[in-house]
């Protein structure tokens, strides 16, 4: 009895490792890629991600002029990688963009 219940123990421990790794061994994605970044006129961010797999969208830290407080982040929508895609961060009004880059999810 105790041979077989030892037997039963290591072959459910061997179905959950099984189990764990193939959850964990998930098929290869790329982060989006060839990303090109665009200024509007120093009040927008335009991120576009040609390639790759998942979602990006654009961050922008705006810088507000006689406003507390001084520096907002803005974000534009997420967009999924892929020809024809973008994101754009808009600054509010009397602000402008100081900064900026490209998130992924």
């Known amino acids: 009895m105790?041979?077989?219940?030892r037997a039963l123990t290591m072959t459910m421990g061997t179905m959950i490792a099984a189990g764990t790794l193939a959850t964990l061994a998930g098929p290869a994605q790329a982060?989006?890629?060839?990303c090109t970044?665009?200024?509007g006129?120093?009040?927008s961010l335009t991120v576009a991600c040609a390639t790759g797999d998942g979602s990006?969208?654009?961050k922008a830290v705006c810088?507000?002029?006689n406003q507390i407080p001084t520096q907002l982040n803005?974000?534009?929508?997420?967009a999924a990688a892929g020809p024809g895609t973008r994101s754009t961060a808009v600054c509010p009004l009397n602000s402008y963009t100081?900064?900026?880059?490209?998130e992924f999810a």
């Not at 803005?74 to 997420?78: E, K, L, N």
Request: glycine share 24%.
């Open 2 to 5: 105790g041979n077989m219940r």
């Open 31 to 34: 982060a989006p890629s060839g």
């Open 37 to 39: 970044y665009t200024w």
């Open 41 to 43: 006129g120093g009040k």
């Open 56 to 58: 990006y969208r654009a």
């Open 63 to 65: 810088v507000r002029t």
């Open 74 to 78: 803005i974000v534009g929508p997420w």
């Open 98 to 102: 100081y900064r900026g880059g490209v």
